[in-house]
């Protein structure tokens, strides 16, 4: 009897018990789930995304609108306000070039609108000339006073730090109208024993160019502040000539220089401290 009974026992199987809290239990865990909710609206409804980029959906039986929070883009808000500063610059590298007998360049003039502290467009306009008689004294160029002009945007990746200093990265287009012409040209004949000084007329060319500009500034005191400048450029356009190519572009420099750079003094106007100023609560 005990030796059936053992055998007997073994051989049963055990069902679960279901209660109501059991064959609820898919229920009551999808009720308290929220993205399991979400998931069923936004599986059962149309959408669009609003002006902001947030996607609203809409059920299509009632019309009711829906915002899903957890699709929602949060904006980064900005440190600074939308006009944080403007500055005004002169670029001092090329006249004191001129001083260690630099062939060309002259002075350059910058104004800039500083955006958040971020976005940074920029114009720039100067006055070049140039006159370079080479080794061999064979002729002379000459470039009279021209204008150019550069239009362009720098990024500021330190936008959340002190506007007193900034590290930036930017483009530029630069465009100049001038004429340039050679002089006193003399070549010599080894052979016939003569010397030709052939007249060449002023040529007139229009240059166009791109840069890529790379900045760090600094404030020294108030609202001076000083920065260096490294450009890389490479022309663009440039109009045709019959007797040769320019070998000086006004706001470019030597054709043959592929790289340059400036160093500026500013005076800025900061409008940020009297935005933060007018925001702080009263002591």
């Known amino acids: 009897m005990c030796a059936v009974s053992v055998a007997t ?3 049963r199987r055990i069902n679960p018990v ?16 929220t ?38 883009i949060r904006k980064i808000p900005m440190k600074y306000p939308l006009l944080t500063a403007v500055s005004v610059g002169v670029d ?12 060309y ?17 920029v114009f720039e306009t100067g006055l070049g000339m140039a006159k370079n008689t080479p080794a061999d004294n064979n002729f002379t160029y000459k470039s009279p006073l021209s204008v150019y002009f550069r239009l ?5 990746f330190l936008y959340n730090s002190s506007p007193d200093y900034q590290f930036t990265l930017g483009m530029r287009y630069g465009f100049s109208p ?13 052979y016939w024993g003569e010397t030709a000084r052939p007249e060449i007329p002023a040529q007139h060319a229009t240059v166009g160019w791109w840069e890529l500009a790379i900045g760090l500034r600094v404030n020294l005191w108030g609202p001076i502040s000083a920065g260096w400048t490294l450009r890389y450029h490479q022309l663009l356009h440039e109009s045709k000539a019959a007797y040769g190519k320019p070998w000086y572009i006004p706001g470019y420099g030597s054709r043959q220089g592929a790289i340059t ?8 106007l900061d409008f940020s401290k009297k935005a933060v100023e007018a925001i702080a609560p009263a002591s």
């Open 9 to 11: 026992w073994g051989q």
């Open 18 to 33: 279901e209660t109501p809290a059991t064959t609820t239990r898919p229920v009551n865990e999808l009720a308290n789930d």
């Open 35 to 72: 993205a399991r909710i979400n998931a069923r609206i936004r599986a059962s409804m149309a959408h669009y995304h609003d002006e902001n980029g947030n996607i609203i959906y809409i059920d299509t039986v009632t019309g009711r609108e829906w915002r899903d929070s957890t699709a929602m």
């Open 92 to 103: 001092i590298w090329n006249p004191v070039m001129r001083a260690f007998k630099q062939h």
């Open 105 to 121: 360049g002259l002075i350059d003039f910058s104004a800039k609108v500083n955006l958040h502290n971020r976005y940074q467009p």
């Open 152 to 156: 362009g945007c720098d990024y500021n």
């Open 178 to 190: 001038f004429s340039y012409s050679i002089t006193d040209i003399t070549i010599n004949s080894d």
């Open 261 to 268: 750079g400036s160093f500026t003094i500013y005076y800025t």
